[in-house]
């Protein structure tokens, strides 16, 4: 019994062995008119084993782009569009650069410095104010994520006073918010065990 372990890998294996085997007949063929035709019914029966995809406007560029990757670029046809070259499959994407710099405080993360440095440079005035107050927003959610017991709000003023070199001096009227930010600001906040304890033992 043969196994498809013991066999050349596929290159394209949603199109399984039988028509890569297909493929393989058709380097074999030496009349081109002949092997044209070949390619062409096999192009048919690609096209048949996917009929959802069918009026996507670039499925019939795709399953060349495919049979010339089955073939391993070897076939010898008429192709009726620009196929897909193997010099465009083997180059790889330039490297994502990773951020190296230092996070000050983890649990704000790096996006709340940046948005710290930016209300540095907005001129005083409304906008600016608007903004500040979202960030506190933020801050105090991620703050609560860290610290389940309370809301420091001395220690975030003095983190933005920090952040921002002493160029932004919020005050305790800056971080008090209305009843529907404080609670969007506290969804995260962890659910003590003992709590959660307690108030069984209460309904109970």
């Known amino acids: 019994m043969q196994y498809n372990t013991k066999m050349n890998r596929l290159p394209m294996p ?65 192709y ?5 070259q193997a010099e465009t499959l083997q180059v790889r994407p330039e490297r994502i650069p990773y951020p190296t710099g230092r996070i000050r405080y983890r649990h704000y993360g790096r996006i709340l410095e940046q948005l710290i440095k930016q209300a ?37 003023i003095d983190d933005v006073l920090e952040y921002s070199d002493g160029k932004i001096r919020l005050t305790a009227s800056d971080l008090e918010f209305n009843s529907l930010e404080l609670k969007q600001a506290e969804t995260k906040r962890p659910v003590n065990v003992q709590q959660k304890r307690r108030a069984k033992k209460k309904t109970n």
């Open 80 to 84: 009726p569009c620009e196929v897909v």
């Open 120 to 156: 540095m440079e907005y001129p005083e005035g409304e906008e600016k104010k608007e903004l500040l107050h979202l960030i506190a927003i933020q801050m105090r959610k991620d703050f609560v994520t860290w610290n389940k017991d309370a809301v420091e709000v001395d220690k975030i």
């Open 14 to 78: 949603e199109y399984g062995r039988s028509v890569q085997n297909m493929v393989d007949h058709a380097l074999t063929i030496e009349d081109r008119a002949e092997r044209q035709r070949c390619a062409n019914t096999i192009i048919k029966i690609m096209g048949n084993m996917y009929p959802l995809m069918r009026d996507l406007p670039d499925f019939k560029q795709k399953l060349w782009d495919h049979l010339a990757i089955m073939s391993d670029f070897k076939l010898d046809i008429d």
